[in-house]
């Protein structure tokens, strides 16, 4: 995989150069190495073994505390739990509903989340009870009418691009196999505050409704979703959710979809989009996803172009016909981009909380679960040293972003180019419909983050979506200078018509 990655960036060092000359291109490396130094040296944090250790480790040991306290059972709360839990540790999981309860969301499972659903040993499970359908044939409709419906299956092997599974199974399923690794999971408590206690070291967690039960800690961990109340109150969060996305199922058998996911780009929404997604059974989920970057669309906005695309976007109204029946929009928000620290002395964040959703797409499940597994693994490592203090708290929010946290950044840019420049989605689309299926499934792993927005870079997409942008605006120009010369030879047409006419009247 290292020399896979080596031989990425010499391809594109070597593309560049021959794009901006020798010389030009090293005064560009020279700028960057100078940056990537002094972030080296601002960034270098004290290595794990060197914090000092503040309480002996009683993992295994009988307490009346848990080891970690985890707020909130979605994917990335669950997938925390479940992971320490196997570990070994004392986990508390706290759900303030009852499951099976439902979420709003686009549904869509990406690979790396699947990867975890198979480790975990319910994605068959899942499969086989007809509550989550793996995505064969999906591709996307760009903003100029371009498309492209491909199949993906035969390419990715034995684990799929995404499957679509609604939020009432997923996060069920999730929640029982960490109950059934060892965490102890306490539905229908809804978190009202949680204090920590320095003489103690320990968090202690009190419920909404009177409830006179309180839970200790020595870890608190924040999986509360977007708002994440918790997280705001602590004062860790400090701003609103930026984005929002809608939801709505389709009945089975009143549309005409057949393909089992496809994202629709509307030119005056974008960076948003809009999507398509089959479950089991035929079933559809409509869903909109508003991403900042338009000063023209906001979350307000979110109705309107939920209605607006349903029934006037060419793709959205004739893949749902005249007779689909549609349920009543939900809404939810989504917190993009990362939170500027998503830790504290004793606390982390995770998930939707810490703002683990790609900026350009929306998606959230799998790095929640990649998040939360992350996490585990981080706790597990903090705590058998003995030091969870703030911190230590602050290298969990450095791995994370080391690992795709720090992608955010090009996926900000990419979407707010995507705004600027409709055509470049167009041109990518014609790409993937030249290139093909193979073509389409690199692509779609860097939509998802399976690999670096940077892979953007390499040739063989710089080169082959480059060429169709070249095309393009040939062709638009070609079609503008044509349409000019006949309006020119019109007009001249109607100058010649009025002097014979004039001739004609003055004989």
Known sequence: ?????????????????????????IKILMLAALAYFAYIVLATKRPM??????????KGAKKAHYDVAIVGAGPAGSTLAYYLAKSGRKVLLLEKKKFPRDKYCGDAVCKTAVEILMDMGIYEDLINQKKAHVADSGGLVSPGGLSYIGESLEIMGDVPAAIA????????????????AGADLKENSSVSAATLDKSTGLWTLFLEGGVQQTYQARVLA???????????????????????????????GTHKFKADGV???????????????????????????????NPQVGNDDLPYWHDNIMKNDPYVSR??????????????????????????????????SAGMIDPMTGEGIHLAMDGGRLAAGFLEEVLTHGNVSREAMEMYHERWMDKFGNDFAWSSRISYLQYKFPILIDAATAAIQRKGDAFMAKWADIMTGRVPKVNLLLPDFVIVVGYELAAIQFRRLHGFASERLRGFASRLKSEEEEEENAKQKEE
């Open 165 to 180: 599974c609604k939020r009432l199974h997923l996060d069920n399923a999730i929640a029982m196999a960490a109950k059934k």
């Open 222 to 252: 924040c999986c509360d979703g977007a708002p994440s109340a918790l997280a705001t109150k602590l004062g860790i969060v400090r701003t609103p959710p930026q984005g929002s996305c809608s939801r709505a199922y389709v009945e089975p």
């Open 49 to 58: 073994a060197s914090l000092p250790k503040m309480f002996q480790d009683e």
């Open 263 to 293: 994202v629709i780009y509307n030119k005056d929404m974008l960076p948003g989009y809009s999507a398509l997604f089959r479950h089991p059974n035929d079933e559809l989920n409509y869903c909109v996803y508003i991403i900042p970057g």
């Open 319 to 352: 893949a749902l016909g005249d007779k689909a029946k549609v349920e009543r929009m939900k809404v939810a928000s989504l917190r993009f981009g990362g939170v500027p620290r998503s830790y504290g002395n004793q606390v982390i964040l995770v998930g939707d």
């Open 1 to 25: 995989m290292e020399v896979i990655i080596k031989l990425q960036y010499i391809a594109i060092i070597t593309h560049w150069t021959l794009v901006f000359g020798p010389i030009v291109f």
